[in-house]
């Protein structure tokens, strides 16, 4: 069985010297018990729930029903909103996070986890989530922001830099827990195509997450960026290279087939040539692949090996690229047979 003796410690050893006495873990879950138990990385999100209920119920500055496009971009506003005390917004976080996060202190290797300006943004545009929907516990992205930032960028930038703001605090106050190894923000901003988002918002995009880096290395701590998509396009990547020291899930590529996947592994190897050494990857173990019933534990096992093989275990933590698919679990049986052998495999 794969042993997690040392697990803070061996991501640790990664970080600072770049390899470790063996390839570290991180089975992404809902269940921290989960977590825990399976890798050498616990990731506990910092919340403020009031904002991330605005994916459910629908965020203040949607677009209602019949609401023509002009009648409502007039009618949004920075001061539309009636926007909390920093202080109640940093405080009801960081409860969220220590809620369930200290049980594993030191104990694993701690990712204090926030959610980005970008994703927060689109939040405070969305929809809401119709009740057909809500019971498969999805959400609907429509990037609602995306398009008023089209219409009315100047206000639009008002209201991200105002969202930065809030979570700057957040990622500074996480950033003091003791306990915490390093801070991981959430925030795509790409597809496979590449950048979703104009130049105007990439380069606030990049002022903002250089002041998150700044700060969590201020105090000693490693800032990870999570962020799906081709970041190798427009070499937004290397970019990003020279702000965080480490990336997660490097979703480059599709990979919901064995085929698929043999060519999302040389795209992470060609992203390893665009960035160097020194920044560390969590990536290699496709959900997609994981949790098709359909293919053979042999079959599931050919990439994460592969990879592992051709990019070696060099500034690697080898990592679920997403937490499970709403209403799946790893105890199902066939998932568990395949990641069992992979921790196998590995010991």
Same mark, same amino acid.
């Given at each position: @069985?794969?042993? $997690?003796?040392?697990?803070? $410690?061996?991501? +640790?050893?990664?970080?600072?010297?770049?390899?470790?006495?063996?390839?570290?873990?991180?089975?992404?879950?809902?269940?921290?018990?989960?977590?825990?138990? !399976?890798?050498?990385?616990?990731?506990?999100? &910092?919340?403020?729930?009031?904002?991330?209920?605005?994916?459910?119920?629908?965020?203040?500055?949607?677009?209602?029903?019949?609401?023509? %496009?002009?009648?409502?971009?007039?009618?949004?506003?920075?001061?539309?909103?009636?926007?909390?005390?920093?202080?109640?917004?940093?405080?009801?976080?960081?409860?969220?996070?220590?809620?369930?996060?200290?049980?594993? &202190?030191?104990?694993?290797?701690?990712?204090?986890?926030?959610?980005?300006?970008?994703?927060?943004?689109?939040?405070?545009?969305?929809?809401?989530?119709?009740?057909?929907? @809500?019971?498969?516990?999805?959400?609907?992205?429509?990037?609602?922001?995306?398009?008023? +930032?089209?219409?009315?960028?100047?206000?639009?930038?008002?209201?991200?830099?105002?969202?930065?703001? !809030?979570? %700057?605090?957040?990622?500074?106050?996480?950033?003091?827990?003791?306990?915490?190894?390093?801070?991981?923000?959430?925030?795509?901003?790409?597809?496979?195509?590449?950048?979703? !988002?104009?130049?105007?918002?990439?380069?606030?995009?990049?002022?903002?997450?250089?002041?998150?880096?700044?700060?969590?290395?201020?105090?000693?701590?490693?800032?990870?960026?999570?962020?799906?998509?081709?970041?190798?396009?427009?070499?937004?990547?290397?970019?990003?290279? $020279?702000?965080?020291?480490?990336?997660?899930?490097?979703?480059?590529?599709?990979?919901?087939?064995?085929?698929?996947?043999?060519?999302?592994?040389?795209?992470?190897?060609?992203?390893?040539? @665009?960035?160097?050494?020194?920044?560390?990857?969590?990536?290699?173990?496709?959900?997609?692949?994981?949790?098709?019933?359909?293919?053979?534990?042999?079959?599931? +096992?050919?990439?994460?090996?592969? %990879? %592992?093989?051709?990019?070696?275990?060099?500034? +690697?933590?080898?990592?679920?690229?997403?937490?499970?698919?709403?209403?799946?679990?790893?105890?199902?049986?066939?998932?568990?047979?395949?990641?069992?052998?992979?921790?196998?495999?590995?010991?």
């Amino acid at each position: @069985m794969y042993r $997690r003796d040392g697990s803070r $410690r061996l991501v +640790l050893d990664l970080f600072e010297k770049g390899e470790a006495d063996r390839i570290p873990i991180h089975v992404e879950s809902d269940s921290k018990t989960e977590e825990f138990l !399976y890798g050498d990385v616990v990731g506990v999100g &910092a919340k403020y729930h009031e904002w991330r209920r605005f994916y459910i119920e629908g965020g203040p500055f949607r677009r209602k029903t019949g609401e023509s %496009l002009r009648n409502w971009v007039d009618r949004i506003t920075l001061e539309a909103y009636d926007w909390p005390d920093v202080d109640l917004v940093v405080s009801r976080a960081l409860e969220s996070f220590e809620h369930v996060a200290g049980k594993y &202190a030191f104990k694993r290797f701690i990712l204090f986890k926030v959610l980005g300006p970008t994703e927060t943004a689109e939040s405070f545009f969305a929809p809401g989530v119709p009740e057909e929907l @809500m019971l498969k516990d999805q959400i609907l992205h429509r990037y609602g922001f995306a398009v008023f +930032l089209k219409f009315k960028p100047r206000e639009a930038l008002k209201i991200y830099d105002k969202i930065a703001a !809030y979570i %700057l605090e957040i990622v500074k106050a996480g950033s003091e827990v003791d306990y915490v190894d390093a801070v991981r923000i959430a925030d795509d901003i790409a597809g496979y195509s590449g950048p979703l !988002y104009p130049p105007l918002l990439l380069d606030r995009y990049l002022y903002w997450h250089k002041l998150y880096s700044d700060a969590v290395e201020k105090k000693g701590k490693y800032p990870v960026l999570h962020c799906d998509g081709d970041l190798t396009r427009k070499k937004l990547l290397l970019h990003l290279s $020279r702000i965080y020291k480490g990336f997660h899930p490097l979703d480059l590529h599709p990979k919901s087939t064995v085929n698929a996947a043999r060519k999302w592994v040389e795209r992470i190897l060609e992203a390893r040539k @665009m960035v160097g050494e020194g920044i560390i990857f969590f990536t290699g173990i496709p959900i997609d692949l994981l949790f098709n019933n359909q293919l053979s534990v042999r079959d599931f +096992l050919e990439v994460p090996l592969t %990879l %592992l093989r051709k990019h070696t275990s060099r500034n +690697l933590v080898l990592a679920t690229t997403h937490s499970p698919y709403p209403g799946r679990s790893y105890s199902e049986p066939q998932v568990k047979l395949k990641l069992m052998h992979l921790l196998k495999s590995l010991s």
